[in-house]
């Protein structure tokens, strides 16, 4: 009986469906952009209709999580989610995750179960339709090189959260380069000590190998959402938030 190297046959197999996949994606990416594209469009129009028709800002939630839902759907990316079992309804917090991809806001917004309102970048705010539709559904943009506009802006999301709103902060402010956990930024500490709500840590895993940072090269794969325990802040003030950023980070950082 010949010697079979099964090891190398599993290995080439591999590399064989890897480069079919590559082929594959590299005709359908363009058009999976411009539906992407689309899709948002046409999401933001009906947001803010919705935005319009219902206060309480179900429609909004609905919508939002079904457009990133059928994009992540395009895209050949399926999202596995462990602990929704420390998430009480009733209750809001203060999101943290890790960033390494757009991918990472698709995931949140399409599987997190609650209703969101984002800290955003204020670039964003010039992009057409999509910013003025993130502004009219209640979406905060910070202005980062303002720090008396920022403070405005984290006052604001201050007030969405003792209403009752969620909000979700990247506290490494922008997407890893390299999947490492960068340092945190404190803004998003600091609102939840002043607001006395509970910090949900929340680990993204896999939006890398799907977007990486300054790529549009799109990859189907597997992501997973990683929903912790929350961090009551109670027990920290601002002289001691250096510890709770210190608590979060190790939490988020131990799955990733």
Known sequence: MPNINFAACKFTGEQTKKKAIDLIFSV???????????STFIACILCVISAYLDSRGNWVAFLSSCWARFNLWMSGVDVAVSGNEF??????YIVMANHQSYYDVLALIGYLPMRLQWVMKIELRKTPVFGTACERVGHIYID????????????????KIRSGSSIVFFPEGTRSPDGRLQPFKKGGFVMALEAKVPILPVTVVGGRSILPKKSLRIMPGSMKLIIHEPIPVTEY???TREELIKRVREVINKDL
Not at 28 to 38: G, K, M
Request: glycine residues 6%.
């Open 87 to 92: 998430i009480d309804k009733n209750q809001p």
């Open 144 to 159: 980062r090189g303002s720090s008396e506009k920022a403070r405005e802006s984290l006052k604001t999301a201050g007030e």
């Open 237 to 239: 003030s601002y002289e």
């Open 28 to 38: 359908y990416r363009p058009i999976l952009l411009a539906l992407i594209a689309l």
